[in-house]
């Protein structure tokens, strides 16, 4: 009886823990995940440690309690499912992997999967209960001579063995697919989630046998609630620590564009001023032509300053950023879909190539095509029509939480020293042109919290690389993993 009680007070481990952790992270699904699975690894625990009730209770309600604590493991196939589907239907970035690894991907994990596991986990159950999966139990003793009861099974027992033994090879998949993800942080929760997961079931087996009773799966009960929990508050941490550099780095750039505007006002006071009184003294009648000349000279140079402070302004406020998941495989197509024309006219072939699933970012799904139209139709430009490459590279890249695209034309180039100044607004060196194309797309992508510069330019063609932050300002997945930061 002693032992059963200890095992009962191993199996509020992992329970305990999970609540604890879902205190911290109330409003994340994967806690909520996780805290049922730990309570059903918390009956699974009751469903050994009431084997050892010999002489505190019946036979008859062992029997009753034994079959009705069986959900926790029953069951907790379905719920790993659901916390592994979570994750990875939820993923920005995946990287896209061969034939056969997307197609499982597209059958195992969505809704009717999920359903079906619960289902059919639901069948399993039930035939528990019947003589055909548990007939009685009787009372035998372990390789130590403890005495408890151990379950006489019935003849469809194979198939809780092998709903059971699926998971292991489910778990295994799972490891294999979390290879895929690109986000650092959930791929390494998933691999380890799915190392532990196959250890506690492996651990789980030994009950099977008589002799070993249920000190096996205590010890993996207890070594896998430590470790998936260190691992959840890791993952957590982590999350939290990427979205305060990110809020840093936007405050920064708020103060930034608060002080230019009042840096702006300050111009358009003093330039009104200036302006005010060089009309006042062009009145005078003391004025030689000379000193009117430079008068109008100053008129025109204010006039210039305000047309100029006006544009600034209007460039500051083009667009009131909504961000929001966007596929950026989607959003770099349309933007060639829609430069078709232009590239047909001028005979330049573009390429896109992405190695990546389901490459999401949080972004101004318009605004963002509008930068790639800019750059596509710069980079036209830029390729002299007599010139027998003309083409047009864009590639995706994803390195440490940073989704990269390389934009690579074939055009004339840019001078090393004009590398920084194309950027910056009013600065043309086309014949045509109000220089806004290239500080347009800039301030684009400084929006969303990323960067464009150019890496290489040479006769030969221009190398733009173009940085956004994989997780946005936060992206969907890790909000549903994390939940409110407060």
């Known amino acids: 009886m002693i032992i059963g009680l200890l095992i009962c007070a191993i199996g509020l481990i992992p329970i305990v823990l999970a609540l604890t952790m879902h205190n911290f992270y109330k409003e994340s699904k994967l806690s909520v995940g996780l805290v049922i699975y730990m309570l059903l690894i918390t009956l699974w625990q009751f469903d050994v440690g009431i084997l050892y009730f010999e002489g505190l209770l019946k036979e008859e309600i062992i029997l009753i309690l034994f079959k009705l604590f069986r959900m926790g493991p029953t069951f907790s196939i379905p719920v790993v499912f659901y916390v592994a589907y979570s994750i990875i239907k939820l993923q920005p970035t995946m990287l896209k992997g061969n034939k056969w690894l997307s197609k499982i991907l597209m059958i195992l994990f969505n809704n009717i999967t999920l359903y079906v596991l619960i289902i059919w986990s639901a069948i399993v159950y039930i035939i528990n209960w019947t003589p055909l999966g548990i007939k009685a139990i009787h009372l035998t003793k372990t390789y130590s001579s403890l005495d408890y009861f151990f379950p006489e099974y019935g003849s469809l027992t194979w198939i809780y063995i092998i709903h059971v033994g699926s998971f292991i090879l489910f778990q295994s998949l799972v490891f294999i697919i979390s290879k895929t993800i690109m986000n650092v942080n959930i ?5 380890n989630f799915s ?38 508050i890791k993952l957590n941490e982590n999350i939290k620590l990427d979205y305060y550099q990110l809020m840093e780095r936007q405050r920064k750039l708020d103060y930034l564009g608060n002080l230019s505007g009042s840096l702006i006002h300050e111009v358009k006071n003093t330039n009104q001023i200036i302006s005010g009184f060089s009309k006042l003294l062009t009145k005078s009648e003391t004025l030689s032509d000379k000193d009117k000349s430079l008068l109008d000279m100053v008129n025109r140079s204010s006039i210039h300053l305000e047309d100029l402070v006006n544009n600034y302004v209007k460039y500051m406020n083009s667009s009131k950023v909504t961000l ?33 699933k389901s490459l999401k970012a949080y972004v101004n799904k318009t605004n963002l095509e509008q930068a790639f ?13 007599n010139k027998e490459n003309k083409n047009i590279t864009i590639k995706t890249e994803v390195n440490e939480g940073t989704i990269l695209i390389h934009f690579i034309d074939t055009g004339k180039g840019i001078p090393q020293e ?11 060196f086309k014949e045509k042109g109000m220089g806004l194309g290239l500080p347009f797309v800039k301030k684009i992508f400084i929006e969303h919290l990323g960067n464009i510069s150019i890496v290489e330019s040479s006769s030969e063609g221009t190398h733009f690389q173009i940085e956004i932050p994989q997780n946005g300002i936060l992206d969907s997945s890790q909000t549903e993993l994390l939940g409110n930061v407060k």
Do not use: C, H
């Not at 791929?187 to 691999?191: D, K």
């Not at 070993?212 to 260190?230: E, M, N």
């Not at 139209?373 to 002299?384: M, T, V």
């Open 187 to 191: 791929r390494y929760f998933l691999r």
């Open 195 to 232: 190392i532990y997961s196959i250890l506690l079931f492996v651990s789980g087996f030994l009950n099977f046998s008589s002799e070993t009773g249920g000190i096996s799966s205590s010890i993996g009960v207890v070594t896998f609630s430590t470790l998936i929990v260190r691992e959840f």
């Open 324 to 356: 929001k998941i966007e596929d950026l495989e989607s959003v770099i197509q349309e933007s060639i879909d829609f430069t078709q024309e232009m590239l047909r006219k001028n005979n330049v072939e573009i390429t896109f190539v992405n190695n990546f």
């Open 373 to 385: 139209i800019n750059l596509i139709n710069n980079s036209i430009e830029a390729i002299p029509n």
């Open 418 to 428: 004009n590398w920084d100044s194309v950027f910056d607004p009013f600065m043309s």
